[in-house]
């Protein structure tokens, strides 16, 4: 799981250069999807359920799952962009929330608190703990800063399937399962942080969430494992704890 995570990591690094104002959000599929097969690897997402593309990209108040297509990119924008890939049998899955050239302050803090919010999730875990510290983490970070946390999507287990046991809350939740955390665990955590409301929209095309005041959403999102020295990030870009 770490060379598809590393793989992965490279990728996000790869596209960076592509989200700029004019760019569609096809093209920045197209660049994933040959990044991916360049690289021997298979886009996980890529018909999973139906989904058309390599990548799921969303744009400001699109929460997750956006379908690529002919829509531009604009200044101010952020985009949430979402990859999954699989080598050998192994699934990596990760995504960033990018700012398109100058944000404003509100995108900005949420970009910057979201991404915290990830790391805090991430340092919270250990061998004996339970998942729901993970999300406990997470929302009491977003919600010291004024935002909310979606509640109608979490993370998740991942390994040779993209979507395995244990469920991850990102928030405080009392309804499911809350399983001990045991060194060679791997989840994927991903925070989905809103500037409003926490509800959330599901379009007509089935798969765009969107938040359902129209306000701005922010997500985040680390491949990890536990080992008995604490959390390793597989999808790691570089130095620093979340390591975006």
């Not at 004019?22 to 018909?47: M, N, Y």
């Not at 990859?83 to 302050?105: F, N, R, T």
């Amino acid at each position: 799981m770490q060379a598809s995570a590393e793989i992965l990591a490279s990728v996000f690094l790869g596209i960076r250069e592509l989200v700029v104002p004019g760019a569609t959000t096809k093209a920045l599929d197209d660049a994933i999807e040959a990044i991916i097969r360049e690289a021997d690897c298979i886009p996980s997402f890529k018909g999973y359920h139906g989904f058309p593309a390599s990548a799921c990209i969303s744009i400001n108040e699109e929460v997750v799952h956006g379908i690529p297509s002919e829509r531009e990119l604009g200044e101010g924008d952020i985009v949430g962009i979402d990859i999954g890939l699989i080598k050998d049998g192994w699934h990596a899955d990760s995504a960033e929330s990018i700012p398109v050239g100058e944000v404003g302050e509100e995108a900005a803090k949420l970009l910057r608190v979201t991404q915290e919010c990830l790391e805090l999730g991430i340092e919270a875990i250990a061998p004996g703990r339970r998942i729901s510290v993970i999300g406990t983490a997470i929302e009491q970070h977003a919600r010291a800063n004024g935002f909310s946390v979606v509640e109608s999507l979490v993370g998740h287990g991942i390994g040779r399937d993209l979507h395995e046991d244990p469920q991850v809350p990102n928030f405080r939740c009392f309804t499911m399962p809350d399983p001990v955390m045991e060194e060679g665990l791997v989840i994927a955590i991903e925070p989905m942080i809103n500037c409003g409301t926490k509800r959330v929209v599901t379009d007509r095309d089935e798969w765009t969430i969107r938040t359902a005041d129209r306000r701005l959403s922010a997500h985040f999102e680390h491949t990890v494992a536990l080992t008995a020295d604490g959390p390793r990030i597989l999808t790691r870009r570089g130095s620093g704890v979340a390591a975006f």
